[in-house]
């Protein structure tokens, strides 16, 4: 199971294979980490766990206690998360707040409680760099895209192998293999 930081709900989502069958694994997203709206650490570290059911919603306010129905009090290993995803648009990496930073430190380190791999990825990189806009290609040789995953990589602790940018496809009509080829790596 990969979790996805995203929305407001957790939300399961399954990936076909063909007509007849399923991928032998599920994405959950759950909301941001905004810093007043964001869920709570509690409520993360709950989810990686497994005691968190399908449709909960997230309220910034509380966290999800046993006597919610949609309190899992027996996850199995199915609802358990083998690995954390943190997704990070690259234009928030500077203004990022202690508070945000934090969060992700407190859940990558019930996340290393638990043995759960950790990896970031780096969305709209080409918003950032106009070299990677003008070509995908310069991902790896533009300084100011390293130096924000390395500084990234000190502020929260997940190693800098372990952090991937991917360009977004937003404005393409057609499939590029140099996006797919940042995305496969991710």
Same mark, same amino acid.
């Given at each position: 199971?990969i &979790?996805? /930081?995203?929305?407001? +709900?957790?939300t399961t989502?399954k990936?076909?294979?063909d007509?007849h069958t399923?991928?032998p694994? %599920?994405?959950?997203?759950i909301?941001?980490?905004a810093t007043d709206?964001?869920?709570? %650490?509690?409520?993360?570290?709950l989810a990686?766990?497994?005691?968190?059911? +399908?449709d909960y919603e997230?309220n910034?306010?509380? =966290?999800?206690?046993?006597?919610?129905?949609?309190?899992? *009090?027996c996850?199995? &290993?199915n609802d358990? /998360?083998?690995?954390?995803?943190? %997704?990070?648009?690259?234009n928030?990496? =500077?203004?990022?707040t202690?508070?945000?930073l934090?969060k992700i430190r407190?859940i990558?380190?019930?996340?290393n409680?638990?043995n759960i791999p950790q990896?970031?990825?780096? &969305?709209?990189?080409?918003a950032?760099?106009? +070299?990677?806009k003008?070509d995908?290609?310069?991902v790896?040789? /533009?300084?100011? !895209?390293?130096?924000k995953?390395?500084?990234?990589?000190?502020? %929260?602790?997940?190693?800098?192998k372990?952090?991937?940018?991917v360009? *977004?496809y937003?404005?393409?009509? *057609?499939? *590029?293999?140099?996006i797919d080829?940042?995305? !496969?790596s991710?």
């Open positions: 199971m &979790t996805i /930081v995203h929305k407001g +709900e957790y989502y990936v076909q294979k007509p399923l991928y694994f %599920v994405f959950n997203d909301m941001g980490l709206k964001g869920v709570s %650490v509690d409520d993360v570290k990686l766990k497994g005691h968190m059911k +399908e997230f910034p306010e509380s =966290t999800l206690s046993e006597d919610n129905p949609f309190y899992n *009090n996850p199995t &290993t358990k /998360v083998h690995v954390l995803v943190c %997704v990070i648009d690259a928030t990496i =500077t203004c990022m202690e508070q945000i934090k407190d990558r380190t019930e996340a409680k638990l990896v970031a990825i780096f &969305t709209k990189i080409d950032v760099c106009p +070299e990677i003008e995908v290609k310069n790896y040789k /533009v300084k100011s !895209l390293k130096d995953m390395e500084k990234f990589s000190v502020d %929260v602790g997940i190693p800098i372990s952090i991937f940018p360009k *977004n937003h404005n393409e009509i *057609n499939l *590029n293999t140099d080829s940042l995305i !496969l991710a």
